[in-house]
């Protein structure tokens, strides 16, 4: 493990560009962390996103695109959700969940 990132918190390993080398050393604590390196305080609606990201993850082996994220979103706020998503992850929603919920970085992927 790297040293640590807060009081509390050790981080695992990462990458040059930050994204954990194992997505199985995640936990909240850590994606707490990350969100703060990209300046995002975690709400609720982030979480659901970051939560919506590991389970399809651990379902299909590949990270959500923003079609699937959107439509969970939609689910819950409603038909405003592309743009929702774009205020929560304001510099690439698949750069910055894929980072906070602890995968790997994707090797090509669409801002939506």
Request: proline share 4%.
């Amino acid at each position: 493990m790297n040293a640590p990132a807060s009081l509390n918190t050790l981080m695992p390993q990462r990458d040059a560009e930050g994204y954990l080398v194992e997505p199985a050393d995640w936990n909240e604590d850590i994606a707490k962390v990350l969100a703060a390196e990209e300046d995002i305080v975690m709400s609720d609606d982030h979480w659901s996103v970051i939560r919506f990201m590991r389970d399809y993850y651990d379902e299909h082996q590949v990270a959500a695109d923003a079609r699937f994220v959107i439509k969970h979103l939609e689910e819950r706020i409603g038909k405003d959700a592309r743009k929702k998503l774009f205020e929560l992850f304001p510099y690439g929603h698949v750069k910055q969940t894929c980072k906070i919920a602890g995968m790997k970085r994707p090797r090509a992927w669409s801002t939506g």
